[in-house]
């Protein structure tokens, strides 16, 4: 099973994208979903996570101008990104978070680029 994140693409600054990722089959026990972003020559970081229960966690970074929605049972994340910036520039992962047993799996990343 794979995770497929989809609608990356090239932006100005100040305009908005929005990020889908379901999987591929289904996935089982899962306890949270989430975006994480990686620019060029850092390391990987939170964007934001949303848990099965609907709880919501945002990196300062995304807070304010991003939302996570979608439904972990059915392996569904989104992510709404308005007044971009050109540091968030990076390419996008999705994630889930596996509690039986313990593991993660991620998707292969949708690149998201905010020109100035």
């Known amino acids: 099973v794979q995770l497929q994140a989809s609608g990356g693409g090239l932006v100005q600054a100040g305009e908005s994208l929005s990020l889908s990722c379901a999987a591929s089959?289904?996935?089982?026990?899962?306890?949270?979903m989430g975006w994480y972003r990686q620019a060029p020559s850092k390391e990987r970081e939170l964007v934001a996570t949303?848990?099965?229960?609907?709880?919501?966690n945002y990196a300062d970074s995304a807070k304010g101008r991003f939302t996570i929605s979608g439904d972990v049972a059915k392996n569904t994340v989104y992510l709404q990104m308005n007044s971009l910036k050109p540091e968030d520039t990076a390419v996008y992962y999705c994630?889930?978070?596996?509690?039986?047993?313990?593991?993660?799996?991620w998707g292969q990343g949708t690149e998201v680029t905010v020109s100035s």
């Open positions: 994630n889930a978070f596996l509690y039986q047993p313990k593991g993660e799996i």
């Open positions: 089959g289904r996935i089982f026990s899962v306890y949270s």
């Open positions: 949303i848990t099965s229960g609907g709880s919501t």
